[in-house]
């Protein structure tokens, strides 16, 4: 394993949003994101001006998407359940709107959206909502891709007392010789310290310990060539899916040219989307496995 991670922080006591709502039978949850101290802009109005109006929020921040098979039912049906039972457990519905009203490709893009392929936003067929319940707040993004709905939920629940205390993370990297060795032994690894941010498609800042390794690989072994091929489960189209993980890997391959010095002509990019898993993608633990970029070594 590249790294071995320990988190220290303390976890709020709130109830997890998957247990407030109740889906369609035959739904299917694929992303459970919680940030125990984060902001928020919670949209208040349809785009105008430029700009989406919006409320700034701090808290305990989680993000969930579920993907359904919606049929023939409009994205009000698929919402419309979900707006009763929020004002059922006392939330005030602040804000709503189809695509249209909301400002379509504007309004889409000017929120903040789990990134595809774990949520899916058609421009032309979405609807939004915005909630508060006292100090906490809610919303509720639908979307269809037929035969699939895709729903979003954001909520924000204030920290009590003191704030929590900063994420500890304590990284254990692996040896040169161990990540080297498996790379010439096996022909390919995970790099599997690399994170990336909104859109999943750009790296983080780093830095990253396999990319300086392989980089050093790579210079001292001049009859070798790199390919590295991003992957993702199976959320989604095929072609969303290669196209993410195919952006993955390019920014990977950028990240090694730019800062590394690795020549561009030994580095090549690929992406194969859910066609080549680790591990079942029925579980939201396998699905994270899943998603990953690897180096295949090429011998010339």
Not at 47 to 59: D, H, I, K, T
Not at 130 to 154: C, H, I, K
Not at 246 to 272: C, D, H, P, S, W
Request: glycine fraction near 8%.
């Amino acid at each position: 394993m590249i790294r071995q991670i320990a988190l220290c922080l303390c976890l709020l006591t709130t109830p997890a949003v998957a247990q407030d709502l109740t889906l369609p039978s035959g739904a299917r949850q694929i992303s459970d994101r919680v940030s125990p101290l984060d902001s928020y802009d919670l949209p208040t109005g349809p785009y105008a001006e430029g700009q989406v109006p919006a409320r700034s929020v701090e808290g305990q921040v989680e993000q969930l998407t579920w993907r359904l098979q919606s049929g023939s039912s409009t994205t009000l049906q698929l919402l419309a359940p979900l707006r009763d039972q929020i004002t059922a457990q006392g939330y005030d519905v602040l804000f709503e709107c189809e695509a249209r009203v909301c400002g379509g490709f504007d309004f889409r893009f000017g929120t903040e959206v789990v990134p595809t392929p774990d949520m899916y936003v058609a421009i032309q067929d979405y609807r939004f909502l915005s909630a508060t319940r006292g100090d906490e707040v809610l919303s509720l993004l639908v979307s269809r891709n037929a035969p699939d709905g895709y729903v979003q939920m954001v909520r924000v629940t204030p920290v009590d007392g003191e704030t929590p205390p900063p994420l500890v993370i304590e990284e254990n990297v692996s040896q040169p010789g161990d990540l080297l060795s498996e790379l010439e032994q096996n022909g390919h690894i995970i790099l599997e310290d690399l994170h990336f941010r909104t859109g999943e498609m750009t790296l983080g800042e780093g830095p990253f310990a396999s990319l300086a390794l392989i980089s050093g690989f790579l210079s001292d072994n001049p009859g070798t060539r790199l390919a590295l091929v991003g992957h993702t489960d199976d959320t989604g189209a095929l072609d969303a899916n290669i196209s993410v993980s195919t952006g993955r890997a390019q920014a990977v391959r950028a990240r090694l040219i730019e800062k590394y010095g690795v020549a561009a002509a030994r580095v090549e990019a690929r992406g194969i989307g859910y066609l080549a898993p680790l591990t079942s993608n029925a579980t939201p633990e396998g699905r994270d496995e899943n998603r990953r970029v690897e180096a295949v070594l090429l011998v010339n």
